[in-house]
């Protein structure tokens, strides 16, 4: 049984990245583009355009074209949607690395993207710098010292075929891989979302997820930037500043991920704020409580749905619509975007389940990543037939709209960010006092989920010391909070955790 969209098919523009969200850009002049909600700092749709170009003929002269990779590191401010798509605009793909990574998880990105160019946020560039050297990296830029020059040359490229963003994913399981998103794909999304979600020029949109991550890549930046609206940037989530930044600018469209719709389901400060300017609240990333969402609703005096989505779908596959915002009930992901259709398997099989049962989410559409980067494996496992595999156990209801029950996959999701098992198990296993390790998801009251460690030692071993030893190797959001020590790891008879076991 194959699921639709209830709205019809759309025309995908056979453009770039680039052309699709900067291209209208002169007609929207001076009205802003990009603000800083910190700092103030701002640029129109024509310093935005103008910006783009002229980096881009810069990056062109220094030979970076199709076939290179630029490195972008950076939280939100105007000027990341500057290198982002000045970096594209010379024929490059992109791969956006995260600021808070240790040196070493920015090596082995920059290592694996075979990234020629780093453009690093000045708060980040002794860290940038220190990673380029290591991976041999030669030109590296900060946001506000982009090279310059004219028009950049044309580009000839396929966009089906060409590579625009190169974000890492875990996908359903595993360490982070390259998710080769091409610009037919990113396109193809926007484009599909928009139907949807009618963002228009008196739109303002809130922007503190991060642009490295692609829910704030797509969902929030360019598809912003590609309807004309105001989009307010933000470095990090903290609340009174948040708030005060919907106030201000009079936001219509907020974003979140589960913590922060916790937060502000709670926070005192929400009543010393008018955020009567709201008029739409998404939430994705991790699945949300039905509860958590109407007490946040009611101090919002707002709306707040879920969309449904990954990586290798450029991101977004479901929706709640603009239109069916009051009637499509909270706890749901809504229905399928345009152009997408999806189908409920028996886990393992290519075997349909039944109407109103539960099954793994299969997709196909256009927005549908290109595979994995230089590992045919780990796609051909991923997509087959056209079929992307989610890993998330979901079923229908009789009117197409859509819910999470479970998921397959062991990624754990610690406020949203995807955290590898198998990642922080190697981690441990460097550990000389380490014989076994298995690391799972467990509830946790501000992150939603968080690792958890099961360790087989070796010798006496403290538990507040090893964590320490993880922390210091991986990103904060990626540091165990909690250590078990037991006799054996639970395995299959193939050597395969048994994480299930260790979850009761």
Not at 477 to 490: C, Q, S, T
């Amino acid at each position: 049984m194959i699921y639709r969209s209830p709205l019809p098919d759309i025309a995908i523009p056979d453009v770039t990245l680039t052309e699709f969200v900067i291209g209208g850009a002169r007609r929207y002049g001076d009205a802003t583009a990009l603000v800083d909600g910190v700092t103030g700092e701002s640029l129109t749709y024509a310093e935005l355009r103008d910006s783009v170009y002229s980096a881009a003929a810069g990056l062109a002269a220094l030979g970076l074209g199709p076939g290179d990779v630029v490195a972008l590191m950076s939280h939100n401010q105007p000027r990341f949607a500057v290198a982002l798509h000045a970096a594209i605009a010379a024929g490059a793909a992109v791969t956006p690395v995260n600021p808070v990574f240790t040196p070493a998880e920015v090596v082995k990105q920059l290592t694996a993207a075979k990234a020629k160019v780093l453009i690093v946020a000045e708060e980040a560039e002794a860290k940038g710098r220190e990673a380029a050297a290591a991976a041999g990296i030669e030109h590296v830029f900060t946001l506000g010292s982009l090279p310059a020059g004219g028009e950049p040359p044309a580009q000839d490229l396929d966009p089906a075929a060409t590579v625009a963003v190169l974000p890492f994913s875990s996908g359903t399981t595993g360490v982070p891989k390259g998710v080769r998103l091409t610009h037919r794909n990113l396109v193809a999304n926007l484009a599909q979302t928009r139907v949807g979600w009618k963002i228009g020029r008196d739109d303002v949109q809130a922007a503190v997820l991060p642009f490295f991550h692609i829910y704030g890549f797509t969902i929030i930046l360019n598809s912003g930037l590609l309807a004309g609206a105001k989009v307010v940037t933000l470095p990090r989530f903290e609340p009174r500043g948040y708030l005060a930044a919907l106030a201000r600018y009079r936001v219509t469209r907020a974003y979140f991920a589960p913590p922060m719709v916790l937060t502000l389901a709670t926070a005192p400060e929400v009543e010393d704020y008018d955020l009567s300017s709201l008029r739409f609240a998404l939430c994705g990333a991790a699945p949300l409580d039905v509860e958590v969402t109407e007490r946040a609703e009611k101090r919002l005096g707002c709306r707040i749905r879920q969309g449904y989505g990954m990586t290798e779908a450029s991101p977004g596959t479901h929706q709640v619509f603009d239109d069916e915002f009051a009637t499509v009930p909270p706890g749901s992901v809504g229905r399928l975007s345009p152009n997408t259709e999806a189908r409920l398997v028996e886990p393992g099989t290519d075997t349909d389940v039944g109407p109103g049962e539960t099954g793994e989410l299969l997709i196909r559409g256009p927005q549908v990543m290109a595979g994995y980067l230089n590992n045919p494996e780990a796609t051909a496992a991923t997509v087959t037939d056209g079929w992307l595999h989610t890993g998330d156990l979901v079923r229908a209801d009789d009117d197409g709209v859509f819910w999470i029950v479970d998921r397959l996959k062991e990624l754990i999701k610690y406020k949203g960010y995807q955290v590898a098992p198998a990642e922080l198990e190697s981690v441990l296993l460097t550990h000389p006092g380490v014989r076994d390790a298995a690391v799972v998801g467990v509830p946790h009251a501000e992150g939603g989920e968080a690792p958890k460690a099961f360790v087989v030692a070796g010798k006496p071993l403290d538990g507040e010391e090893l964590m320490a030893y993880v922390a210091e190797r991986v990103a904060p959001y990626k540091k165990v909070r909690e250590i078990e020590f037991i006799d054996a790891i639970p395995k299959s008879p193939t050597g395969k955790i048994l994480r299930r076991m260790l979850k009761r």
